[in-house]
């Protein structure tokens, strides 16, 4: 199964500040054939279930506020909240969907400083 | 307008099986290249990906729990089923219910991200 590894696990980040979260996956999510890197990103808030932000690794999911941004491509990824606000306060999950056997990431927890 | 909503017990005791049922509305589950998927948490921790079963009714398992694990479904009541045998303390989890878009490729369909889910459903594993 790929591994997916989060960093940093947790992050404190000013009002209005970037946050910046990693994802490393241990095999490439590139399919060559066409171009599309096979990795998501979520939310999850306390107490509610996850929420797709990212999709293709930088396709903005409908009524994703547009400080969100995915970037990278074969075994690195970022998401990058360009200006944080209160409401971002949540954890942060990657997941890969290049093989059948889907994974996520461990988690990051974003905190205002 | 999409939804899934998760039931299960209140409480399972270690040894015995655990059954959830996941109900949708809004999508099919026969028809088109939508699929359902059953992902847990347990509590303070990450995501888990457990199961998965295709428009076609193909059925993929988690490596590490594919022993314990069935997901089947009941498409005219739209509802997706998953039991796990055998259960114990560290099976206490939230378990989600999601839809997946599937795709075909040459080595035949996969699931891909999860563009909806369920409030999930705490299911405690004690004697």
């Known amino acids: 199964d790929i591994v997916m590894t989060q960093s940093p696990d947790s992050l404190a980040v000013s009002l209005g500040e970037r946050a910046t979260i990693n994802c490393k996956s241990s095999?490439?999510?590139?399919?060559?054939?066409?171009?599309?890197?096979?990795l998501s990103w979520y939310q999850q808030k306390p107490g509610q279930p996850p929420k797709l932000l990212i999709y293709?690794?930088?396709t903005r999911e409908s009524g994703v506020p547009d400080r969100f941004s995915g970037s990278g491509s074969g075994t690195d990824f970022t998401l990058t909240i360009s200006s944080l606000q209160a409401e971002d306060v949540a954890i942060y999950y990657c997941?890969?969907?290049?093989?059948?056997?889907?994974?996520f990431g461990g988690g990051t927890r974003v905190e205002i400083k | 307008q999409v939804t899934l909503k998760e039931s299960g017990p209140v409480l399972v005791k270690p040894t015995e099986t655990l059954t959830l049922t996941c109900t949708v509305s809004?999508?099919?589950?026969?028809?088109?290249?939508?699929?359902v998927s059953w992902i847990r948490q347990p509590p303070g921790k990450a995501l888990e990906w457990l199961a998965h079963?295709?428009?076609?009714?193909?059925?993929l398992y988690s490596t590490s729990l594919k022993s314990r694990l069935t997901i089947s479904r009941d498409t005219s009541k739209s509802q997706v089923f998953l039991t796990m045998t055998n259960v114990d303390p560290v099976d206490t989890a939230t378990y989600y219910c999601?839809?997946?878009?599937?795709?075909?490729?040459?080595?035949?369909?996969?699931?891909?991200?999860?563009?909806?889910w369920g409030q999930g459903t705490l299911v405690p594993v004690s004697s």
């Open positions: 999601a839809r997946a878009e599937e795709y075909r490729y040459e080595s035949g369909y996969y699931p891909h991200h999860f563009d909806y």
């Open positions: 809004g999508f099919s589950l026969s028809n088109g290249r939508m699929g």
């Open positions: 079963i295709f428009s076609n009714d193909e059925k």
């Open positions: 095999q490439s999510l590139l399919y060559e054939s066409n171009n599309k890197n096979y």
């Open positions: 293709w690794a930088s």
């Open positions: 997941q890969q969907y290049y093989e059948k056997m889907l994974t």
